[in-house]
């Protein structure tokens, strides 16, 4: 793999490390934290962690990064403590809101002196998870070397409690649990109420492709958690447990800031549980379709699209090798998913260039349904 040994080129050989890949929600956006349904699969595109002793002294580690020259070191105690070892939100606060929960598993002191660097491939701020791909590399990689048996949805929620205190996003489930749990060409639908999984392949007669609008957003700034915080209180008006299993009938009682939020993720769950049933059938089409009404919904009801990305979804609606497509992610900018016919890259590629002229950054990726994370 080309992410550890550039890693192993600048710092030496690890002794231990792990991979986990970012992920694509292909259906079932700002519903996870609502006990809704899901449908994300990981991407063939990782977050490398690996560790190597003999960096710092016994009591610190080292945190550095390919992506930038400047290293951190911070000591374990301070380590394990949310906004003492790494200003929240920073690339480092994932990293040690890991480690952290690895220590609630077991002692740290193998960590003592080592470097934990870290090296991806999975485009930053563009929606595709590069946080929870960190997190999960970062605490896979610190549980080898500390001996700590950990994985499945132990794992998931580690680094899910990991986001939420040492990074300051109060994000649902479903991110962590792809970068996890994710299979070889299948997509994964979650019932993030009950924690179950169910897999779904992804038939042979489609492709996946990506388009990266470049637009950054920052899940931090308060958007994501007042969001959250309309549907919990939504939840409670209607007297239910999770959003999600409320019926649109009674969401039309609430007020006009919580109504068009409870709507879509009621309307969501209902088109995540259709869309599994028409991909297993291989009804691309009505899956496609499927995707443009979750869109509509996100940006009208949810409102975290944006122009740019409206702009490219609205190119290939009109794009005949398109069977659907989508704002997949938090929003406020980031990526598209489209679901499309064998071959259709080039066609897809050439259909949305004229919007870089807005989005000078826009980059069309080929991604597959890929394998969960593993050590390597």
């Known amino acids: 793999m080309a992410l550890i040994d550039d890693i192993a080129a600048r710092h030496g050989s690890p002794d231990a490390a792990a991979r986990a890949p970012g992920r694509v929600n292909l259906i079932g956006d700002h519903v996870d934290y609502c006990g809704g349904l899901v449908m994300p699969f990981a991407i063939d595109r990782d977050c490398v962690c690996a560790i190597i002793e003999g960096e710092t002294d016994r009591d610190a ?7 930038e020259d400047k290293e951190h070191r911070v000591t ?9 070892g790494a200003a929240r939100g920073s690339w480092q606060s994932y990293v040690l809101g890991a480690i952290a929960g690895i220590e609630e598993l077991g002692a740290l002191d ?42 499945g949805l132990e ?27 994710g299979r070889s060409g ?19 007669d489609s492709e996946l492709v990506v388009i990266n609008s470049g637009v950054k957003h920052a899940l931090a700034d308060g958007e994501y958690g007042q969001r ?48 599994a049933e028409r991909l297993a059938a291989g009804d691309l089409a009505g899956c496609g379709t499927l995707m443009y009404e979750s869109h ?4 009208d009801d949810f409102r975290v699209s944006c122009s740019e990305i409206d702009a490219i979804v609205e190119t290939l ?49 080929r991604v597959r349904a890929s394998a969960g994370a593993a050590l390597l």
Do not use: W
């Open 317 to 365: 609606r009109g794009v005949p090798s398109v069977f659907g497509a989508r704002m997949t992610g938090g929003g406020f900018g980031g990526c598209v998913i489209a679901l499309t016919t064998p071959g259709a890259f080039d066609t897809v590629a050439a259909a949305v260039e004229a919007h870089r002229t807005i989005c000078p950054d826009l980059a069309v990726m």
């Open 155 to 181: 794992l998931a929620k580690l680094c899910q409690k990991a986001e939420h205190e040492f990074a300051g996003v109060p994000c649902g489930l479903m991110d962590q649990a792809i970068s996890v749990l």
């Open 61 to 67: 580690i080292v945190l550095s990064s390919l992506n």
């Open 296 to 299: 509509a919904s996100l940006r």
């Open 228 to 275: 959250r915080a309309v549907c919990e209180r939504a939840a409670a008006e209607i007297g239910v447990e999770h959003l999600a299993h409320a019926d649109l009938e009674s969401t039309a009682s609430l007020d006009a800031e919580a109504e068009p939020l409870a709507r879509h993720v009621v309307s969501e769950t209902g088109r995540v549980r259709l869309a």
């Open 186 to 204: 299948h997509v994964v639908m979650l019932d993030c109420s009950d924690e179950s999984t169910r897999t779904v392949a992804v038939p042979a």
């Open 110 to 151: 193998a960590l003592g002196g080592c470097r934990v660097a870290v090296a991806t491939d999975v485009p930053l701020g563009a929606g595709l998870s590069s946080s929870a791909s960190l997190e999960v590399s970062v605490a896979l990689a610190a549980a080898s070397r500390c001996g700590v048996s950990v994985g």
């Open 76 to 84: 374990l105690a301070d380590a394990v403590q949310p906004g003492v």
